[in-house]
């Protein structure tokens, strides 16, 4: 049966083509999914607009919005099993990730609740005897949440928790990839009483059907993750229509090991930082800095770790890495690699797709580690999105902060070291809006998440990460029995 999108409340078969949603392992249909129209968009938007200015919305008390979130969360936990199923189906990566993720979703549906509930308006009276000020946060109104395939739920309910506790309405414009992990998602919301109208997911192409709702006069916000050329894209279309836009893009994030660094910490984490999710995430570690006397060592042990990694079926247990999304993109993945061979660098490990047996049905590669390369290589400066580190020596701090920030990216970095006062410095130093000191990857709701330069605008996240759905209100009342005084 084909699936059916959720449009402003409704489940009904979208107008567009039905494409199939494909299980990346082995290529076999997950199911097939109608897809939007322009049609569908357009209703779903002015029903989303109708939507939240229902007064039952509009002046919906926080906890009340926080009740529906708080729901969410519950629903999502009980679910794990399921959801984390069903993602793998989507997008190919093992279990145990997909499993964090949906734990993550839930966490922050109750994290954004709790922030919807405390949340407090100002009063701004210091400067003024005669009145009194306040200033008030309001819903924008529709936000356009455009997210991409190698996170799914987390990455949506990061958008839609806050944009909903904020008391706005949201269209989610998934990747078609991962359409059915977002219709579940819908679900979820509609069951946990969610006011029809105040969600619609539609599922299409990104460069027609996200495009459409990016451009829609009534949207009134966009929130997007994924790649920086379809980011600064929708920074244009924000920019013609004055809204504004939280904007997480790519990354080629270094990660630093310090001469006193633990090897065996390191190494470990670092192959974590790259190969999770086949690297197939905008904070990879892919760029790796080692200082030169401790390199020869370090590489060695990396190498070894790297070579003990087990890639295989996604849906096995303790499997690290599972296929990449498809095959267009482990051709797309092996180009860079050649690239690299045709820029000077040599290949230490990996540097091939594995397609014996049951492998040659998903697009499964082996983890790549490139050496030789100079930091200005297009293989070192361009985010990759697969499985494959490149690595460069460094000489001394300096050195090291000039190559690290020599990026247009600036998503995030790693710093391994026993010397914080180092790594302190080191971090204040680098260009980026994340840095992980002996760890990576780890991600805690209260702390604000983006990118500087051409990894984004905005934060998510962290308390105020509700504020990003909001615009401010300055309100005066009058406390003086008298008439306006003339001030020239
Ligand atoms: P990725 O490389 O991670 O797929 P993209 O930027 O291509 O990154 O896609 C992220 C999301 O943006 C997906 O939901 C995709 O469908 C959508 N998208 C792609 N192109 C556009 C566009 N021109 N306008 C709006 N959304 C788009």
Same mark, same amino acid.
């Given at each position: 049966m084909v699936k059916e999108i959720y449009v402003a409340g409704e489940w009904r078969l979208g107008r567009g083509n039905v494409i199939q949603s494909l299980f990346p392992a082995d290529n076999s249909v997950n199911a097939e999914i109608s897809t939007a129209t322009l049609d569908d968009v357009e209703e779903a938007i002015v029903k989303a607009d109708q939507a939240w200015r229902k007064p039952e919305w509009r002046h919906s008390l926080p906890h009340e919005r926080a009740k529906i979130l708080y729901r969410v969360a519950d629903i999502i936990e009980s679910r794990v099993d399921e959801l984390s199923k069903l993602q793998t189906r989507? %997008? $190919? !990566? #093992?279990?145990a990730e997909t499993r964090a993720l949906v734990m993550s979703a839930a966490a922050t549906a109750r994290f954004n609740a709790a922030a919807c509930e405390t949340f407090n308006e100002e009063l701004t009276t210091q400067r003024a005897p005669d009145f009194l000020t306040m200033s008030v946060h309001e819903p924008v109104g529709v936000v356009a949440a455009i997210t991409p395939w190698n996170s799914p739920i987390a990455s949506e309910v990061q958008k839609l928790a806050p944009a909903i506790a904020a008391g706005n309405a949201v269209i989610l414009k998934p990747a078609e990839a991962t359409s059915l992990i977002a219709l579940e998602l819908a679900k979820i919301f509609e069951e946990a009483g969610l006011p029809k109208g105040i969600l619609s997911v539609l599922i299409g192409r990104g460069s027609v059907i996200g495009d459409a709702i990016a451009q829609h006069p009534l949207v009134r916000k966009i929130s997007f993750t994924g790649g920086t050329s379809t980011g600064r894209h929708l920074a244009h279309i924000a920019a013609e229509k004055l809204i504004t836009t939280s904007l997480e893009l790519g990354g080629k994030s270094p990660t630093i090991?310090? #001469?006193?660094?633990?090897?065996?910490?390191?190494?470990?984490? @670092?192959?974590?930082? @790259?190969?999770?999710?086949? $690297?197939?995430?905008?904070?990879?570690?892919? =760029?790796?800095?080692?200082?030169?006397?401790?390199? &020869?060592?370090?590489?060695?042990r990396l190498v070894e770790i790297t070579e003990g990694l087990r890639v295989g079926h996604p849906e096995q247990p303790n499997v690290h890495m599972g296929s990449l999304i498809n095959p267009k993109h482990l051709e797309s993945v092996h180009r860079y690699v050649e690239l690299a061979k045709a820029e000077g660098g040599t290949v230490v490990t990996g540097g091939e797709a594995i397609t014996a047996g049951e492998f040659a049905k998903?697009?499964?590669?082996?983890p790549t580690i490139i050496t030789g390369l100079d930091n200005s290589a297009q293989t070192c400066q361009e985010e990759i999105f697969g499985p494959v580190l490149v690595v460069l020596p460094y000489q001394d701090e300096q050195d090291l902060i000039e190559q690290a920030n020599d990026s247009c990216f600036g998503l995030a970095a790693g710093i391994w070291t026993e010397n914080y006062r180092k790594a302190w410095k080191i971090a204040r130093s680098? &260009?980026?809006?994340?840095?992980?000191? %002996?760890?990576? !990857?780890?991600?805690?709701?209260?702390? #604000?998440?983006?990118g500087f !330069?051409?990894?984004? @605008? $905005?934060?998510?996240?962290? =308390?105020?990460? @509700?504020?990003?759905?909001m615009q401010q209100k300055s309100i005066y009342l009058g406390l003086n029995e008298q008439a306006n005084l003339w001030s020239d």
């Open positions: 989507d %997008n $190919g !990566k #093992p279990l090991v310090l #001469p006193d660094a633990d090897i065996e910490i390191a190494a470990k984490g @670092i192959a974590y930082g @790259i190969f999770s999710s086949a $690297g197939q995430a905008c904070i990879a570690g892919s =760029r790796l800095f080692i200082h030169q006397s401790i390199y &020869e060592t370090f590489l060695k998903g697009s499964f590669y082996k680098l &260009e980026v809006g994340t840095v992980w000191i %002996n760890t990576y !990857k780890k991600f805690s709701i209260s702390a #604000p998440f983006g !330069k051409d990894s984004g @605008i $905005g934060r998510e996240k962290g =308390r105020l990460g @509700i504020l990003s759905y």
